[in-house]
Structures are given as structure tokens and as C-alpha cells.
């Protein structure tokens, strides 16, 4: 006699700009198979997205006939599936739930998590789409300061169990824009970067300088220059400083937060963490994709359950 918990209740997918998660996830958030997938970045159109789920549900939606597709992430925006609407903070879990975008595809119900807006606390738009499920997913608690590391790092406060304010900062992205095309890194690659002595110097010269980080990146290339700096660890002390940066203006911007939480890749959320305790400050880390289930399988329970 089977597990009821391990009976597949709805089929989960984190779609990304750059690659797609495909989940076949129990009601107690068990992943009992996964797939992944190209990004929506990569598909030209509708017809290439839907090409793309068929290919990752694959058979199970054989042999699972019944059971919905809940996605959140860039499937939702103006180049995904359907365009999913943002929500204005303050938005909570059970808001998510009630107004996904609905639609069927081959006879197959299909539902999209809206993504997030806010007004940020320097009075500009903000947005998100995928992280706000992560959030949900890791911070149980329902409280804190939520920092998402990647090509475009999120961070969020969460009060009473409701995301209540956010900005992102293009730290991933102009790490990997300077790797591949400026003269600071010899390398043409986007850098991957280790908790080094270097990476150390990049976060204390962020800490320490009077200058601020437009002034400090070029001294990525006149520490090489002069010797200070060897052209392998030129990367890391690239990284310290993008990433002390970063760290600097998310506690000028919320200097009363004092629980952090990390959530993403252990490779990334090691280094920021290391960071904020040059900082003086610590960190619990979550894994994104076990972030990204249970905030699918709450959202779920709170829309799809009847």
C-alpha cells in the first residue's frame, strides 16, 4: 500500500531566465522526480516555451492525468508563458495563492505565481518574479531580513508572515559583465570566486575607503599592475568588493534587521556570509531549491488544495 505523502499531488516548475526546474512534488513538498530545462531567455516564443514544458513534464502527465502545473518565476513576464501580474507589497503567501494566472494547455490546468513589486525606501520601483516563493518558502518564521544572491540579488524584508519591502542590486551581473569584457580581469571569464585572502581585501577596501565602489573597481587592474595583486586572485578581490558593497548598502538601508537569512547556491551564499560576519553580522543559509519547493508546495496547499 502506497505512502499518501508520496503520492504526486501537482507538478512544480522554477522558471528561470537562464535554465527550468521541472518538479513532480508530493502534498508534504517530497520532490519525487525531477527534470531540468532551458531558460525563457533562450525561447523564442510561445510555441518554444510550450515545446520545452511538454519536454520536462514528460511522462508524467501520462501516467499523472489530473495533476495541476504550478510555475513561478520568468515564465510569468512579458517574454514567458503568460503574463503573470506584481502584487505591491505588502504581499503575503495566501495573496500569491489567490490570484495565480489560470490558464489549460492541452487539457492540462496550468497556474502562474505573480510576481512582487514594491516602492523602495530611496523612493524608486522595484521588482521581483520567483524569489518571492524562495522567500516564502524559507523564512517559515514569517520575519527578517531575506538576502537572495545571484545575477540580480534580492533583498527583502519579511513582518508578519508578508514580504514588506525589497530591493535588488545587479551584483551577479556586473561581476560577470567585468569578467568578460572590461581590462580589470585578464580572464574573458565570468569569475567564480572563493572566500580568499583576496576576496577578504575586497570586502575590507569597501569597508575602510572613503571612496566608493565605481572608484575602488579600478583598482582591481593598479594592484595587478603594480604587484600587489596576483592575476589569480585578481577575481576573488573583485568579488569582495562587489560583494562588500553590496552588504554595505543592504545595512545602511535596513541597520535594524538583525536576522538574516541567505538563500541560494551554497557557492554564493558562502560568500555573502562571509562577508556579513566581516560586518559583524550572521547569517542562517536556506538551499534555493529546497526554498523554491516548499514555497510551491505552500502555495499549493493554499490555492490548488479544495
Same mark, same amino acid.
Given at each position: 500500500m502506497?505512502?499518501y505523502?508520496?503520492?504526486?499531488?501537482?507538478?512544480g516548475?522554477?522558471?528561470?531566465?537562464?535554465k527550468?526546474r521541472?518538479? &513532480?512534488?508530493?502534498?508534504?513538498?517530497?520532490?519525487?522526480?525531477?527534470?531540468?530545462g532551458?531558460?525563457?531567455?533562450s525561447?523564442?516564443?510561445?510555441?518554444?516555451?510550450?515545446?520545452?514544458?511538454?519536454?520536462?513534464?514528460?511522462?508524467?502527465?501520462?501516467r499523472?492525468?489530473?495533476i495541476?502545473?504550478l510555475m513561478?518565476?520568468m515564465?510569468g513576464?512579458?517574454?514567458?508563458?503568460?503574463?503573470?501580474?506584481?502584487l505591491m507589497?505588502?504581499?503575503?503567501?495566501d495573496?500569491?495563492?489567490r490570484?495565480p494566472?489560470?490558464?489549460?494547455y492541452?487539457?492540462?490546468?496550468?497556474?502562474?505565481?505573480?510576481?512582487v513589486e514594491?516602492?523602495r525606501?530611496?523612493?524608486?520601483?522595484?521588482?521581483?518574479?520567483?524569489?518571492e516563493?524562495?522567500i516564502?518558502?524559507?523564512?517559515?518564521?514569517g520575519?527578517?531580513?531575506?538576502?537572495?544572491?545571484?545575477?540580480h540579488?534580492?533583498?527583502?524584508?519579511?513582518?508578519?508572515?508578508?514580504?514588506?519591502?525589497?530591493?535588488?542590486?545587479?551584483?551577479?551581473? &556586473?561581476?560577470?559583465l567585468?569578467?568578460?569584457?572590461s581590462i &580589470?580581469?585578464?580572464?574573458?571569464?565570468?569569475?567564480?570566486?572563493?572566500?580568499s585572502?583576496?576576496?577578504?581585501a575586497g570586502?575590507q577596501?569597501i569597508?575602510?575607503?572613503?571612496?566608493?565602489?565605481?572608484?575602488?573597481?579600478?583598482?582591481?587592474?593598479?594592484l595587478?599592475?603594480k604587484?600587489?595583486l596576483?592575476v589569480?586572485?585578481a577575481?576573488?578581490?573583485?568579488?569582495g568588493?562587489c560583494?562588500g558593497?553590496?552588504?554595505?548598502s543592504?545595512?545602511?538601508?535596513?541597520?535594524?534587521?538583525?536576522a538574516?537569512?541567505?538563500?541560494?547556491?551554497?557557492?554564493?551564499?558562502?560568500l555573502y556570509?562571509?562577508?556579513?560576519h566581516?560586518?559583524?553580522?550572521?547569517?542562517?543559509?536556506?538551499n534555493?531549491?529546497?526554498?523554491?519547493v516548499?514555497?510551491?508546495?505552500?502555495?499549493y496547499?493554499n490555492s490548488l488544495?479544495s
Open positions: 502506497s505512502d505523502n508520496s503520492i504526486p499531488a501537482f507538478i516548475v522554477d522558471w528561470g531566465t537562464s527550468a521541472f518538479m &513532480l512534488i508530493a502534498s508534504n513538498g517530497e520532490v519525487l522526480d525531477e527534470r531540468t532551458p531558460g525563457i531567455a525561447l523564442a516564443g510561445v510555441d518554444a516555451i510550450q515545446a520545452a514544458c511538454c519536454a520536462g513534464v514528460g511522462a508524467w502527465v501520462l499523472h492525468a489530473d495541476p502545473i513561478c518565476g515564465v513576464s512579458n517574454i514567458g508563458w503568460r503574463t503573470a501580474p506584481y507589497t505588502p504581499v503575503g503567501v495573496a500569491l495563492a490570484d494566472v489560470r490558464f489549460e492541452q487539457g492540462r490546468q496550468l497556474f502562474i505565481v505573480p510576481g514594491t516602492m525606501l530611496d523612493g524608486a520601483p522595484d521588482l521581483m518574479r520567483g524569489e516563493t524562495q516564502f518558502g524559507a523564512l517559515a518564521e520575519k527578517g531580513l531575506a538576502c537572495l544572491p545571484g545575477t540579488c534580492k533583498w527583502a524584508t519579511v513582518s508578519g508572515g508578508q514580504i514588506t519591502g525589497f530591493h535588488t542590486a545587479l551584483t551577479g551581473e &556586473l561581476m560577470a567585468i569578467g568578460k569584457h &580589470l580581469l585578464n580572464s574573458r571569464n565570468a569569475p567564480h570566486a572563493t572566500a585572502e583576496a576576496f577578504t570586502v577596501a569597508q575602510s575607503r572613503p571612496v566608493g565602489l565605481e572608484t575602488l573597481l579600478f583598482t582591481v587592474r593598479s595587478q599592475i604587484g600587489e596576483s589569480a586572485s577575481a576573488d578581490y573583485l568579488c568588493l560583494i558593497a553590496d552588504v554595505k543592504a545595512l545602511t538601508l535596513y541597520p535594524h534587521e538583525t538574516i537569512t541567505l538563500i541560494g547556491t551554497p557557492a554564493l551564499t558562502s556570509r562571509a562577508a556579513l566581516m560586518f559583524g553580522r550572521e547569517a542562517h543559509v536556506v534555493g531549491n529546497d526554498a523554491v516548499s514555497g510551491l508546495t505552500q502555495i496547499m488544495v
